[in-house]
Every structure is written in structure tokens, then in C-alpha cells.
């Protein structure tokens, strides 16, 4: 029988010790700030009925949702010609009822509608899980992934617009990540269309605009011909998608095109109030107004955001918008939300790349007891039972083994510290404390030792 060497499916990743520290300091640190700003926490299923999240990622979307094959004879239902047809997509609604979750904000609109009599309008929620999508792997794009998403629901008011973008702000500060915050609104994008001849085609160019960074001017040509765009259409955009300037200054040019395009220019006068918000809460990022910012998902109706990294080419590392009825899919019309999506996993290279993680955030344990023996370790065991008491994380190792490799030990875990107590310090009452940083140690007596572990180490 041949053995294989063991693996896992691409785009998926195992995460040690190390790397399992450093995310949850990313995570503790959003989740700190949603808090901070009043949001709630909820969960749900990994997965949904597949009538839940078709349709509402466009047509690329779809594409990459994974599906999950019935229980049982998953092909017993699937009519013969279908199965002789040769064609997939004919069989997969027999096949398979379920998918994995694509995101986190299509699940909170369907939990928005079922459980809408026991919440609380505006409903501001926050939710941390992974989401998956059978995407190409590649650099900073993994097939599992998790996110980090913040919502205000039952609430039109643009404020929540400026207090999310002064939480991304709030964030990457803590992160130490350096970032630029690109807004748009899509019924700018939708004055855009209107005004190049194209009104009932919004869809189509935003899909195609929204590759700009990645395919270039040309091949965003290519596709919104393919797509049936005109080229005098095509030739009508180009100076709209690069004008330059301030925020203000692009806004008025924008709106000089926009001659009794009324849903263009509401879409311009709710982002000068998005910019006039995102200044009195004293944002200190970068807030550009960018009208070439697209964002392919189908259900943003009006503010759209997108945060990149300045120092890393990774892509977005966080994103949002406003949908105006996203819960109306499901049942429950007029329910406008707003929200914003962290990337855990591309912060996570980013922080990598530029050392941003703090040297505590790959520390599990902060104290290492030595092991010379049983008495020895029954004096160390009521310390480090008074110390965990403490909130200080501490550990005895547990074999009596050569101080050497008890050592070796802390400085593979990074532990800081390392408290000796061998015959000497059993009959004296006392610890020797050694730090594995510098090197130095000292002889304490028990007091001073619980003393100054409590001043260092607490995590108050």
C-alpha cells in the first residue's frame, strides 16, 4: 500500500503557535475597537442554503461558491438527460442544496430577517469567522480566510459612514499598518453610467472598472466592449475615471458632467457629507474620494470604501459599503445597513512584511519554573499557583531534566523569563530570576519576586 505524505487542499493553511499568537493579537485588537465603538457580537453556520447566497455576489461570485454535496445518494434525484448532458451547471441544483458561506454580510441579512423581532434597530453587530471561496491561490488570496466585519443595521444616517471610517482608522493605528482609505458611492457610479449612455448597464461597467488596478485601462476597454459598451461610450468615461485633485475639487469637476443627473448628483452630495463626517471624528489616514472605485459586489447601493496598505502590495486589506435592501431579498424590504470587512488574513502579511507585530504578541508563556526535582518542584507549584491567580501566565517544565536544555526550552518559546530554585534557594526561601533576554539574574526573596513579576508581567 503506497503512503503519501499527508497535505492539505490549496489555498488552506496550518498556523502554529507562533503565527496562532500573532492572529489573535489582530484579532483582540479589532474586536477591542468594535466594542470601544458599541457593536454586538454574533455567529453563524459555516454554512447556508444555497438559495441564501446565490445571486448575490454577481455572476463571478457565484462562480466561486463551494458548493456541498447532498447526504446519501446525492444522484438519485438528477433527471437522466441532465445527468447525459455533459453540462454542470444542469445537475448541481440536484446535487447539492448547500454551500459554504462566501462572506459574513449576506448570513447577517438573512439573521437580520429571522430573528428581527428580538433585535434592537440600529442593530450594530460585529462577527470574526472564516469564510470560504474556490478562488485561484495566490499570493495574499486564499480559498479559507477569515473576516472581521462590523454592521449597523436599521439606520439611513451617513453617520455611520464616518464612524466606520474613523474605526478603520482606529485599527490600523493600533496595528501599526499605514494605510489609505478610498471612498466612492455607487450612485455616482450609476450617474456615471447614465450620463456615458449606459443607465441599465451599471452592473456590467462596474464589474468591468473594477479591475483597473489589476488588468490595466486596455483590457477594462476590451471587457466593457465585450460587454456591449459603446466606444463612444468608452471614450466618454475615460476622463471621468481619472480626475485629478483634492476630494472637493474632483467632487465639483464630477459634478459639472452630472447636468439634471439627479441620482449622480445625490450620490456626490451624500459623499461630501461622508468627508465632512470622516473630518470631525479627526480621521487621521489618508480619505480619498476615488470615482474609479467600483467594488464588484452587486448589493452596495450607495458609500463604498476600500482600505490598501502603503507600505505592502497586497490588495484590499479592508472593505465596506451601504446597502439600502439587502434584507429585502429575504423577506424584510426597506432595511438600509452599512458596513466594513477587515481581511485577518492579508493584515496578517502585511504586519509580516513590514515587523508590525509587537514582540508580546508571540509570547504565550512569561515565566519558565526550572525542574531540579519533586521537592523543588511542590515549592515552585504553589508560586506558580499564585502567580496564574495573578493573571501572569507561567508553566513548570515538567521532567527533571539539565538546566541547559530547560533553558533551550524557554528561548524556543520566547519565554522572557526563567525562575531557578535549586537546593540553595529551597533552603533560603528564595528565587533566582534569570532574564533570558539580557542574560543578567538575581537572587529574590519570595516577596520581592511576587513583587516585581506583578510590576512586569500583570495583565491587568
Aim: negative net charge; glycine residues 8%.
Amino acid at each position: 500500500m503506497n503512503q503519501f505524505p499527508p497535505s492539505i487542499p490549496k489555498g488552506t493553511r496550518d498556523f502554529g503557535p507562533v503565527e496562532m499568537h500573532r492572529r489573535d493579537f489582530i484579532f483582540s485588537t479589532i474586536r477591542q475597537v468594535f466594542q470601544l465603538y458599541g457593536f454586538q457580537p454574533i455567529e453563524t453556520p459555516a454554512m447556508e442554503n444555497l438559495q441564501t447566497l446565490l445571486g448575490k455576489y454577481g455572476e463571478e461570485g457565484d462562480k466561486l461558491l463551494f458548493r456541498i454535496l447532498n447526504s446519501g445518494n446525492y444522484l438519485q434525484n438528477v433527471p437522466i438527460e441532465c445527468l447525459h448532458s455533459g453540462e454542470p451547471q444542469k445537475i448541481l441544483p440536484f446535487i447539492a442544496e448547500k454551500g459554504l458561506r462566501y462572506d459574513l454580510t449576506v448570513p447577517f441579512a438573512r439573521y437580520v430577517v429571522q430573528h428581527h423581532d428580538e433585535i434592537t434597530f440600529p442593530f450594530k453587530r460585529y462577527q470574526i469567522q472564516p469564510v470560504w471561496r474556490a478562488d485561484r491561490p495566490q499570493k495574499g488570496r486564499y480559498r479559507e480566510f477569515y473576516q472581521c466585519d462590523a454592521d449597523v443595521i436599521g439606520s439611513k444616517s451617513l453617520l455611520n459612514e464616518g464612524e466606520f471610517i474613523k474605526i478603520i482608522d482606529e485599527v490600523f493605528s493600533r496595528l501599526n499598518i499605514k494605510v489609505s482609505i478610498r471612498l466612492n458611492n455607487r450612485k455616482i457610479l450609476a450617474g456615471i453610467a447614465e450620463y456615458i449612455g449606459h443607465g441599465k448597464q451599471l452592473i456590467d461597467i462596474t464589474t468591468s472598472i473594477d479591475k483597473l488596478d489589476k488588468i490595466g485601462l486596455d483590457e477594462v476597454d476590451n471587457e466593457l466592449s465585450k460587454r456591449g459598451i459603446s466606444n463612444k461610450a468608452i471614450e466618454k468615461l475615460h476622463p471621468l475615471l481619472f480626475l485629478i485633485g483634492e476630494n472637493e475639487e474632483k467632487l465639483n469637476e464630477l459634478q459639472s458632467y452630472f447636468t439634471d443627473n439627479h441620482l449622480g448628483i445625490e450620490g456626490i452630495n451624500e459623499m461630501k457629507s461622508v468627508l465632512e463626517y470622516a473630518s470631525a471624528f479627526e480621521v487621521e489616514a489618508k480619505v480619498i474620494f476615488d470615482q474609479s472605485l467600483a467594488r464588484g459586489l452587486n448589493y452596495y447601493t450607495g458609500t463604498i470604501i476600500e482600505v490598501t496598505s502603503l507600505d505592502v502590495n497586497i490588495g484590499s486589506i479592508c472593505g465596506g459599503g451601504r446597502y439600502d435592501d439587502l434584507t429585502g431579498i429575504f423577506g424584510l424590504p426597506n432595511v438600509s445597513g452599512v458596513g466594513i470587512s477587515f481581511g485577518a488574513d492579508r493584515i496578517y502579511d502585511v504586519m509580516e512584511q513590514t515587523g508590525a507585530f509587537p514582540h508580546q504578541a508571540s509570547i504565550s508563556t512569561q515565566i519558565l519554573f526550572v525542574n531540579f526535582g519533586s521537592h523543588e518542584a511542590g515549592f515552585c507549584i504553589r508560586l506558580i499557583s499564585n502567580l496564574r491567580a495573578n493573571n501572569i501566565s507561567a508553566e513548570l517544565f515538567p521532567e527533571t531534566s539539565k538546566l541547559k536544555k530547560q533553558l533551550a526550552y524557554a528561548n524556543a518559546k520566547s519565554i522572557p523569563y526563567v525562575a531557578i530554585v535549586g537546593e540553595d534557594e529551597l533552603n533560603t526561601s528564595t528565587i533566582t530570576l534569570k532574564d533570558m533576554t539580557s542574560g543578567t539574574q538575581e537572587k529574590l526573596t519570595v516577596e520581592r519576586f511576587f513583587e516585581k513579576m506583578l510590576k512586569m508581567l500583570s495583565k491587568d
